[in-house]
């Protein structure tokens, strides 16, 4: 079956503009986290979603937001971008049970900040 | 603040050998423990997950648990090329806690032909 799917898979912005990155899951599926991986800090936790809720949130600021949709498909959104930004976003999706770090990631979105 | 500490390496062990990997944890609330390995330019896979003290055995992977001592690690027998990657160990706390998975920066392991 289709593995989880981001797009775009590389996108270069400018600070100050904001931008939108979506995930699929994998069918069946319910729950989709985001990841931010950079050399520096390695992978770290933004937010899960689970039946269009946000059930867990990270220690990232306000910029960065998300949403799930009833298909459970998900965006995320990172408004007034600054250089710190520049990373690769994991999506990753699981069927959601409570208590499971059994994640599928997808390939990522990179994203540069000049 | 929830830390996953483990040696970034590189680790680098011959064809054949056992590979052996450590994490600690510091939050003593982590119930659910997480191997990931992650070739360069691609994204995380699960490859072991333990919940429960002691070990859980899955083809060459062993993973060993003990949460009084808060470290969790992962052996690799009959260690392959194919095995050098950087792997990733992820705690979780019980109840979802706030922060979903917490990863370690992980250990680049290299197996020497």
């Known amino acids: 079956k289709a593995g989880v799917t981001q797009t775009p898979r590389y996108l270069i912005k400018t600070r100050g503009q904001q931008v939108t990155l979506s995930c699929s899951p994998i069918s069946g599926h319910r729950s989709v986290s985001w990841y931010q991986q950079t050399p520096g800090q390695g992978l770290q936790f933004l937010f899960e979603y689970f039946s269009e809720t946000q059930r867990n949130k990270g220690n990232f600021p306000g910029r960065f937001s998300g949403r799930q949709f009833s298909n459970s498909r998900s965006e995320m959104n990172v408004s007034t971008l600054e250089l710190g930004d520049s990373a690769l976003y994991l999506c990753a999706s699981s069927w959601g049970q409570e208590n499971t770090g059994e994640l599928f990631f997808g390939e990522g979105s990179r994203l540069t900040v000049l | 603040q929830k830390e996953v500490e483990q040696n970034s390496g590189p680790l680098s062990v011959p064809e054949g050998a056992i590979a052996s990997l450590n994490c600690t944890y510091s939050?003593?609330?982590?119930?659910?423990f997480f191997w990931y390995r992650q070739y360069s330019g691609k994204s995380p896979e699960l490859i072991m997950f333990i919940y429960s003290n002691g070990d859980k055995e899955d083809g060459r992977f062993t993973a060993q648990l003990n949460k009084a001592s808060q470290y969790v690690s992962l052996l690799i027998r009959d260690s392959q090329p194919s095995d050098s990657a950087t792997y990733l160990c992820?705690?979780?706390?019980?109840?979802?806690?706030?922060?979903?998975?917490?990863f370690g920066k992980g250990t680049h392991l290299i197996i020497q032909p």
């Open positions: 939050d003593r609330g982590s119930q659910s």
């Open positions: 992820a705690v979780r706390v019980s109840g979802g806690g706030a922060d979903g998975l917490t």
